[in-house]
């Protein structure tokens, strides 16, 4: 598979980070407590990363709320310094909500989902690149209140990784600032981890409706998003109920979210990237197989 050089894995063995969306929730009141630790994480074989997390995971887990809910948010800080949490989805003073959370400190808040789109979320600490280049960062889900249509749906977060040296008898390694000031990532990723859909395929079926939530965490990198093979029936931009239709391809600013539709209209392996090839050369590469279609992919 010559999309980002990807070889094409079997679906037989399940990703260690889901693509599939979170159901459709079914309370109003969201208790949602995250941790911040510092862990290790692999973002390719043999590649290991000093991250900064949201519960031990990159991205953060995922969250589904409905227009009118209530997030009632805590934030407890395990790590050895400040760390924060900033919601796009939330509409509240950062003077208030954003602010540093010391070690072994914790904060809460509340806020009512009111926008329905895909959100990002992240540690808002200075410098924000740092902390969301090491990790802090994740997916909000904001149901309308009308459900939509049923669809197979999935959560792609893309990001990118700047890696120094390798250190130590393990060889971890960690951000290298002027790499991210220069827009230079060694690899740019789904759910931060380089081609992991394509060695993972996410299952389909042939005409089926697929929805995709794509957020951009960035902290730099427009993502142009692109099915080969399919064309998006529907791109909604954040809250519009008015979509864009028989899309091609479409930008994803940095920190930003946007719900795409389409169907695969017949059995086979269809690549999902950001068009910016260097970047699905980097890692932003997945595969979508319709219908149980074996075999490789080459375009």
């Known amino acids: 598979m010559s999309h980002g050089e990807a070889p094409v894995g079997t679906p037989s063995q399940p990703a260690e980070r889901a693509a599939e969306a979170p159901p459709r929730s079914t309370v109003h009141r969201h208790r949602v407590r995250f941790e911040t630790i510092h862990a290790r994480h692999t973002i390719a074989p043999g590649v290991v990363y000093d991250a900064w997390t949201f519960d031990g995971h990159v991205p953060g887990p995922m969250l589904r709320v409905t227009v009118g809910d209530t997030v009632d948010f805590t ?3 395990r790590a050895m310094m400040p760390h924060s949490m900033d919601f796009h989805a939330a509409e509240i003073a950062p003077s208030r909500a954003y602010v540093n959370v010391m070690p072994n400190d914790s904060l809460h808040y509340q806020f009512v989902a009111r926008v329905p789109g895909a959100f990002m979320y992240h540690c808002g600490t200075a410098p924000v690149a740092a902390h969301i280049a090491n ?3 994740g997916a909000l889900i904001v149901d309308p209140v009308r459900p939509r249509s049923a669809a197979r749906e999935f959560v792609p977060v ?3 990784f700047y890696l120094g040296p390798k250190q130590g008898r393990d060889s971890v390694q960690s951000l290298d600032w002027q790499r991210m000031l220069d827009q230079a990532p060694d690899y740019v990723t789904f759910n931060g981890s380089a081609n992991l ?5 996410l ?3 042939v005409n089926e409706p697929v929805r995709f939530y794509v957020v951009n965490a960035g902290p730099n990198r427009v993502s142009a998003f692109h099915v080969v093979g399919a064309i998006f029936d529907r791109v ?4 519009s109920d008015m979509p864009l239709r028989g899309v091609q391809t479409f930008d994803v600013p940095v920190g930003s979210g946007l719900i795409f539709e389409t169907h695969l209209a017949e059995a086979g392996i269809y690549p999902f990237v950001s068009h910016a090839f260097a ?6 590469v997945g595969m979508l197989r319709a219908g149980g279609a074996s075999g490789t992919m080459s375009h």
């Open 203 to 205: 299952e389909v079926g």
């Open 236 to 239: 909604y931009l954040d809250a």
């Open 279 to 284: 970047d699905a050369t980097k890692g932003a």
């Open 75 to 77: 934030i407890v800080n």
């Open 197 to 201: 859909y394509a060695s993972h395929p």
């Open 158 to 160: 893309q990001s990118e």
């Open 135 to 137: 990790g802090m960062y």
